[in-house]
Structure formats: C-alpha cells, structure tokens
C-alpha cells in the first residue's frame, strides 16, 4: 500500500551522462514535489507541479528539468550530472495548493555519479 | 528556518526517558507547522502538524507545542524507545503557499 512510490531507489550515472528519475503516486494528488537532499542537510526544494502548472525554484539549475505526463507520475531529468549533484532525490505529494498542507514523501533515490 | 551548514545539532537520550526538540523559525506569517521523521536511507515520514490557531497538539507519544510570540517550535517524545532514533526535521509552511521550508535538523539517538 506504498503511496508514494519512487523508482529506482538507487541510481548511479557517469559524470555527463543524462539520467530520469521517477516517481509515482497512488494518493489522486494535485501537487508533487521534487527536492534534492544532500548528506547531513535538510531537503532542497528544486521544484513542484501544480496539476500541470510547473514552479522552478529560483536557484535551481537548468541542469534539473521536470516533466508531469499525468497526474500519477513525475520525472525528474538531469542532464549532464556533476559531481555535485549526488544526493538522495526526494518525491512528495500534497493535495491541494495554496493552505499548508501536508506533504507525504516517497523513500527517495540515491544518486551516485562516478 | 533556512536550513544552512552541515553539521546537525545531535540529541543523545536513555531508552524511557523523554526526548524535546527544539526548533526556531524565522516566519511571522508561517501558519502551519509539521515535524518530520527522517530514518538513515529513507524518506521523511510525517509525525504530526500544528496550525498557527493551535499552541499545543497531541499525538501517540509525541506532542508538538508552538510558541509564535518567540517564533518556536517543539517536538516532545515520551517514553523515548530505540526506534526513534533519527533525524528529526521541522518544516514551516507560509500561509498561502504549498511550499515548506525545512530546518536544520535533529539528530535522536536513543541509548539502551
């Protein structure tokens, strides 16, 4: 009965090449979230959909891009990973906009790039 | 609570004694408060949320006070057990806003 559900849940690239993570939820949300999680640090907002309504983050990289082909799933595109960007990939889910609501995170992907 | 800076304040309890962390927030107009588990290798799990109308709130064994005069937040753990050891993080919501923001982070460790 996993909810929000993130695949794979470990992922390692080579530095430059492209890689998608994933992200799938079975809660009917309208808002999914796409943050960056980096050792000992609290997560990073990258950036989040509305429905189909995209939000970037201010300082997130153009390297980071996103797509929603529905409301189930979530991508997340990095296109030529750095060193830099290994971390954990967190998905999140809440149901509405606007009023605090709350988020439900998936278990993440780590992401190693050699 | 900007989360900044790499190492995380560390709390160290005996297993049954009560654990309080604290959190300091930075936005008058934050009006929704939530503490999150986080275990080693996983995703942040929800614990329990406060609104802004509230100054205490209940759950099974935790409970979560706010003190918006000094822009505070506490999470209390009774009966700490082993499997509350984590990070525990607090994130504040502006009104208005689907976005939270994260603070630093606790890290619970529960002695047998």
């Known amino acids: 009965d996993a909810m929000v559900i993130q695949n794979p849940r470990y992922q390692v690239t080579q530095f430059g090449k492209p890689v998608t993570l994933s992200c799938s939820q079975t809660?009917?949300?309208?808002?999914m979230y796409w943050y960056q999680q980096k050792s000992s640090q609290a997560p990073k907002l990258l950036f989040h959909?509305?429905?189909?309504?995209?939000?970037n983050e201010a300082d997130t990289p153009d390297n980071f891009q996103s797509r929603r082909p529905n409301t189930s799933f979530c991508f997340l595109d990095i296109r030529s990973p750095g060193l830099g960007d290994a971390a954990m990939y967190l998905c999140?889910?809440?149901?509405?906009?606007?009023?605090?609501?709350?988020?439900?995170f998936g278990p993440g992907t780590r992401l190693t790039v050699l | 609570g900007e989360s900044v800076g790499l190492h995380l304040p560390t709390l160290s309890v005996q297993e049954g004694d009560n654990s309080i962390i604290n959190c300091a927030y930075s936005?008058?107009?934050?009006?929704?408060f939530i503490w999150y588990k986080q275990e080693s290798g996983k995703g942040p799990q929800f614990i329990i949320d406060?609104?802004?109308?509230?100054d205490k709130r209940q759950g099974q064994r935790v409970t979560v006070l706010l003190n918006k005069t000094v822009k505070h937040l506490s999470l209390q753990i009774a009966a700490t057990q082993p499997g509350d050891s984590a990070v525990y993080f607090c994130?504040?919501?502006?009104?208005?806003?689907?976005?939270?923001?994260f603070g630093k982070g606790t890290k619970l460790t529960v002695n047998p």
């Open positions: 936005n008058s107009a934050s009006d929704y």
């Open positions: 406060i609104r802004s109308n509230m």
């Open positions: 809660l009917n949300h309208n808002v």
């Open positions: 959909y509305y429905d189909k309504d995209f939000n």
């Open positions: 994130a504040e919501n502006e009104g208005g806003s689907e976005k939270l923001v």
């Open positions: 999140a889910t809440s149901r509405r906009r606007g009023r605090g609501d709350t988020q439900y």
